[in-house]
T-cell receptor, first 113, second 114 residues
Framework: AQSVTQLGSHVSVSEGALVLLRCNYS??????LFWYVQYPNQGLQLLLK??????LVKGINGFEAEFKKSETSFHLTKPSAHMSDAAEYFC???????????FGTGTKLQVIP | KAGVTQTPRYLIKTRGQQVTLSCSPI?????VSWYQQTPGQGLQFLFE???????NKGNFPGRFSGRQFSNSRSEMNVSTLELGDSALYLC?????????????FGAGSRLTVL
């Protein structure tokens, strides 16, 4: 069964500092991995996805994530946090041939001026 | 291109009533998934429909049901509402074929049960 674990329900960073949000997954087959962002009173928006190929994936708004099979991780990073990055971030996993997408519990990112 | 549209955006019901939520997917998308989001449980998968057939189902009681129409629009219904059903219900659409299931979400329907 597929599952996702996000470490840290709340993360605070200073504006301009590195953002690192952690995600570990479990999957019985090669996974598809995603990061979504949710702003208050809105639905989720896709930040980036990993399917196959290059393990370093670049997304929107300067975010990127690296797929590490040996560590079953897919951590999200951004070199320099901006105030507009304050939101809740969700890691998700799905598998080929199985359309259900399983989400982690989310990490709320606070950016301190 | 229009996004995923959910109606109503907000609604208030009382215990024991039933509610129907609607979702219009992106044009060309044949798969619709429904999720329940609460502060305590996070995002919980309800079910997924593709070409009018339920393909996947989460661990929710039978009070939660859904359907999909021939134009891919979907509805979900919750009968005999309980206080714990208060949540944001999110609908997401995707092409639904092979490969990664990239979901596009609507803004959600926020249900409050009194």
């Amino acid at each position: 069964a597929q599952s996702v674990t996000q470490l840290g329900s709340h993360v605070s960073v200073s504006e301009g500092a590195l953002v690192l949000l952690r995600c570990n997954y479990s999957s019985s087959v090669p996974p598809y991995l995603f990061w979504y962002v949710q702003y208050p009173n809105q639905g989720l928006q896709l930040l980036l996805k990993y399917t196959t190929g290059a393990t370093l994936v670049k997304g929107i708004n300067g975010f990127e994530a690296e797929f590490k099979k040996s560590e079953t991780s897919f951590h999200l990073t951004k070199p320099s946090a901006h105030m507009s990055d304050a939101a809740e971030y969700f890691c998700a996993v799905s598998e080929e041939g199985y359309q259900k997408v399983t989400f982690g519990t989310g990490t709320k990112l606070q950016v301190i001026p | 291109k229009a996004g995923v549209t959910q109606t109503p955006r907000y609604l208030i019901k009382t215990r024991g009533q039933q509610v129907t939520l609607s979702c219009s997917p992106i044009s060309g998308h044949r798969s619709v998934s429904w999720y329940q989001q609460t502060p305590g449980q996070g995002l919980q998968f309800l079910f997924e429909y593709f070409s009018e057939t339920q393909r996947n189902k989460g661990n929710f009681p039978g009070r939660f049901s859904g359907r999909q129409f021939s134009n891919s629009r979907s509805e979900m219904n919750v009968s005999t509402l309980e206080l714990g059903d208060s949540a944001l219900y999110l609908c997401a659409s995707s092409r639904g074929g092979s490969g990664a299931n990239v979901l596009t979400f609507g803004a959600g329907s926020r249900l409050t049960v009194l």
